[in-house]
């Protein structure tokens, strides 16, 4: 944003008034010669991302400070991830002001495309991310990776496996618009210096893994779908898949698709009621079968990830071991996620409804620590009502799981 010098002002106290540093003011501004020479009436551009601190008055509340600057009262929350509950604050109280023109918008139906839009803006805006495609759905939609650092150590995160379950996107997608506004302004977020983080880590997101499915849901299903008769059908010969369909687009689970425990749930599906494509927990012909299970499982046997986080929804709850066979350091680090965001850590499942997911088959494979997060409670899809409060327990999870190993 532009900002006009005012009498008295130095770079110094600019930074500090909309909490950056004179070195991102300087890196955007490269007109100011001498730094020590800014005149009243001058405009400078503000790093994006930075925000002006608040001191909060007797009678505010953070709805009426939302009002007063023209954000929305969830911005507000996203750039004070230490209020942990919006509504005890204190006059004195200082609190982060964000800029009123941040991109990702969690509080709307985030479709496919939703997010490819935002996406390019944020590379747009912050032309030091970096990002790649790990392959195509079925209906030839580019599957995204979005790497936030440059560091050897590497982790990964995604979402959105499971169509209705599509408001663990705009969660990554905030996470990712919120490290790169810390990452500009070099301020610390929750006490990480996103900066030393950047260098040291490559946190890889794959925000939307059921693109297909998630537009399906959101979108509803249109005459030149090329499974248009054969998804009524299996939808129970409804067209509604607004609350009911989980699967990818040829009717698969692919949270039941990858290689740990496969023959095991396929011979169970009679059993639960599953005779083929539908709606959820259908585990496809063949491990893998799936060209988005396929892109995620190649994409992960071509990095070196020490850690993975798969986010669900919902239930407020932290799978963390598939047959005993996740290492002991996974049960320190689910402990430590429970403290930073009240989930409750859930250890080996039994039965053959537990097999043959994405976490279970990156524990069996590498023996080292994957988690499934499930935010949010009640219903799915879960509300976008509920965001604020899955933000508020999830930022803590995804700072600490890109150290924590």
Sequence with gaps: MEYTVKPGDTLYSIAQRFNTTISAILNINPQITNPALIMPGQKILIPDGASMKYTIQPNDTLYTIAQRFNITLNQLLAANPQITNPALIYPGQVINIPSANEIVNPLQPYTYEVMSRDINQLKQRYTFLQST????????????????????????????????????????????????????????????DIRQLYDTVSIWIVPMINPDGVNLVLNGLTPDNPFY?????????????????????????????????????????????????????????????????????????????????AYHSQGQVIYWNYKNLAPPISRVIVNEFSKVSGYTPIGTLTGPAAESGYKDWFILHYRRPGFTVEVGRGVKPVPVSQFPTIWRNNIGILLLAAVVV
């Design 133 to 192: 495609s790990i392959g195509n759905s079925v209906l030839g939609k580019s599957i995204p990776a979005i790497r936030l650092g440059r560091g050897n150590k590497q982790v990964h995160y995604n979402a959105s496996i499971h169509s209705l379950e599509w408001i663990t996107t705009p969660l990554l997608m905030k996470f990712i618009e919120t490290y790169c506004q810390y990452y500009v302004s070099g301020r610390l977020l929750m006490g990480y």
């Design 229 to 309: 008769n054969q998804l009524i059908r299996w939808n129970n010969g409804s067209t509604d898949f607004s609350r009911t369909w989980n699967a990818n687009i040829r009717g698969v689970d692919l949270n039941h698709n990858f290689p740990a425990g496969w023959e095991i749930y396929k011979a169970n599906e009679p059993n639960i009621g599953i005779f083929g494509p539908g709606p959820t927990r259908y585990a496809g012909p063949a491990p893998l079968s799936e060209p988005e299970s396929k892109a995620l499982y190649d994409f992960t046997l071509a990095n070196n990830f020490q850690l993975i986080l």
